[in-house]
Nanobody, 116 residues
Framework: QVQLVESGGGLVQPGGSLRLSCAAS????????MSWYRQAPGKERELVAA????????NYADSVKGRFTISRDNAKNTVYLQMNSLKPEDTAVYYC?????????WGKGTLVTVSS
């Protein structure tokens, strides 16, 4: 069955770094574009970063450009989100998404809290 399992979340101080991972199984990972979304309390889910199926192209929300980097390893069926210079406003549940044509898969999310 399809699984997307996020890990790497936690509590970090402002200015710190975290690396999120999303391990995929149950589908042909290399066909799917992969994305990270986040949802802060009381706010709608928003796209943070996305990478094409080959890893050749990425895009980012303006709020994270220059601080976050999305990457993938198709040999390991894993997508990553390196988050640097974290700010309190980055606090949210971060979700992994796999998309191909009209198919979407979601993980259950990992909580990132940026606080001193």
């Amino acid at each position: 069955q399809v699984q997307l399992v996020e890990s790497g979340g936690g509590l970090v101080q402002p200015g710190g770094s975290l690396r999120l991972s999303c391990a995929a199984s149950g589908f042909t990972f290399s066909r799917y574009a992969m994305s990270w979304y986040r949802q802060a309390p009381g706010k709608e889910r928003e796209l943070v970063a996305a990478v094409t199926n080959t890893g050749g192209s990425t895009n980012y929300a303006d709020s994270v450009k220059g601080r976050f980097t999305i990457s993938r390893d198709n040999a390991k069926n894993t997508v990553y989100l390196q988050m640097n210079s974290l700010k309190p406003e980055d606090t949210a549940v971060y979700y992994c998404n796999a998309g191909f044509r009209y198919v979407d898969y979601w993980g259950k999310g990992t909580l990132v809290t940026v606080s001193s």
